[in-house]
C-alpha cells in the first residue's frame, strides 16, 4: 500500500511539474498560433523573416533592458525615453545638419558618447532608487517626462548627416540580429550560472532575504539600472541606423512595447521568476504582430496604436491567469 502511495505521490508530483513548465514557457504554444493565424490571414508579413527580425531589435534590446529590471523586482519606464536622448544628443553632436552642434564626425567617439550618456542615465536611476530611497515607478516616470522633454528642446527636426559607420551598426541587418542574439544569450548566460544572476532572482524574490545572505542590494540595484540603460542606449543606436537619421519622436511608446514582450515572455511582474529565452519569444511575438498589422490591409496607420494597447491588456491579462494557475498548482501540491 505504501508503495502505491509513493506511485500517486509521484506521479501527481510530475503531472505539477509538467503544468509548471508549460506554465512558464506558454510564450512558444502562443507564438506557434499567432505565427499560423499571421501566415493565414496576412500571409505578406513573411516575405522578408530577415526584415522581421531587424525590425525586432531595438524592441528586443528594451524588452532585455526591462526583464532585468523585473526580475529584480524592479522596472524602469524610462528605456524608451533613454534610447530616445541618447540617440539625438549623440546625433547632434555628430550630425552636420544646418541645427546640429557637429562637435566631431568620428562615428567611434559617437559609439562612446552613446553608450555613456545611457550608462551615466542608468547609474542616476540606480542611485536615486537604491540610495536615496525613492520610488523606482515615480523615479523612472520622471525620467521619462525629462528625456523626452529634453530630446524635443534639443532638436524637432529629423538629425541627419550622420557618419556613414555610425549608421551602418543598425543598418545592417545580419549584424544588427546578431547583436541582439549575443546579448540575449550574455544576459542569459550571467543570469543562469553566475553568482551575479542568482543575486538578481533572490533580490526579485525578496530583498529582505537578499540582504540576510549577504547580498549588497544596492550596489546590485545600480548595477542593474546601468546595465539597463545601457542596452537602452543600444536601442537608440539600432534605431538610428534602422531609419538612417535621428527622427524627433525616436523612442517613444516603446516603453509599452517591451512591457509587452517581458510579460507576455513569462518575466514576473513581482520579481524573482522568468527566464531571458520566454523574453526572446515575447519580443517575435511583438514584432510578428506589428508587422502583421503594418501588412494588413484592412488595418490603419490610426488604429495600430489602439491595437498594441490591446495587446499590452492581453499580456496582462495573460499574466494574471498564469499567476492565478501558478498557485494554484503549488497549492495544491502542498496539500
Request: include cysteine; charge should be neutral.
Amino acid at each position: 500500500m505504501a508503495t502505491d502511495q509513493g506511485f500517486i505521490d509521484r506521479t501527481f508530483g510530475d503531472r505539477d511539474d509538467v503544468m509548471l513548465t508549460l506554465l512558464d514557457n506558454m510564450i512558444w504554444p502562443i507564438l506557434g498560433l499567432v505565427l499560423i493565424g499571421v501566415l493565414v490571414l496576412v500571409p505578406q508579413t513573411f516575405r522578408s523573416t530577415e526584415l522581421i527580425l531587424w525590425g525586432a531589435v531595438p524592441i528586443g534590446l528594451l524588452v532585455l533592458a526591462e526583464s532585468l529590471c523585473l526580475l529584480s523586482g524592479h522596472f524602469d519606464l524610462s528605456i524608451g525615453s533613454i534610447a530616445g536622448f541618447s540617440a539625438m544628443f549623440t546625433g547632434m553632436i555628430l550630425g552636420t545638419c544646418p541645427s546640429c552642434w557637429g562637435l566631431t564626425t568620428s562615428p567611434w567617439i559617437g559609439f562612446a558618447i552613446i553608450l555613456l550618456v545611457g550608462s551615466l542615465i542608468g547609474l542616476v536611476n540606480g542611485v536615486m532608487i537604491a540610495k536615496v530611497g525613492l520610488n523606482p515607478f515615480l523615479q523612472t516616470l520622471a525620467f521619462l517626462i525629462i528625456f523626452e522633454g529634453a530630446k524635443t528642446a534639443m532638436q524637432t527636426q529629423p538629425v541627419t548627416g550622420l557618419p556613414p559607420l555610425y549608421t551602418r551598426v543598425g543598418a545592417t541587418p545580419r549584424f544588427a540580429i546578431g547583436l541582439m542574439l549575443v546579448a540575449f544569450l550574455i544576459i542569459g548566460l550571467v543570469l543562469r550560472y553566475t553568482s551575479f544572476g542568482q543575486a538578481v532572482y533572490a533580490l526579485g524574490s525578496s530583498e529582505h532575504s537578499a540582504r540576510e545572505v549577504g547580498i549588497d542590494t544596492e550596489r546590485l540595484i545600480i548595477i542593474i539600472y546601468t546595465i539597463s540603460g545601457i542596452l537602452s542606449a543600444i536601442a537608440g543606436l539600432m534605431l538610428t541606423g534602422f531609419v538612417g537619421v535621428v527622427p524627433p519622436l525616436i523612442g517613444e511608446g516603446l516603453v509599452f512595447q517591451a512591457f509587452a514582450g517581458a510579460v507576455i515572455g513569462g518575466i514576473s511582474l513581482y520579481g524573482g521568476r522568468g527566464m531571458i529565452t520566454g523574453a526572446l519569444g515575447g519580443v517575435i511575438l511583438i514584432q510578428v504582430i506589428q508587422s502583421a498589422l503594418n501588412n494588413s490591409p484592412v488595418v490603419g496607420a490610426t488604429q495600430i496604436q489602439m491595437i498594441n494597447g490591446i495587446v499590452l491588456l492581453a499580456a496582462i491579462l495573460l499574466y494574471s491567469t498564469q499567476s492565478k494557475l501558478r498557485s494554484r498548482i503549488l497549492a495544491s501540491g502542498a496539500v
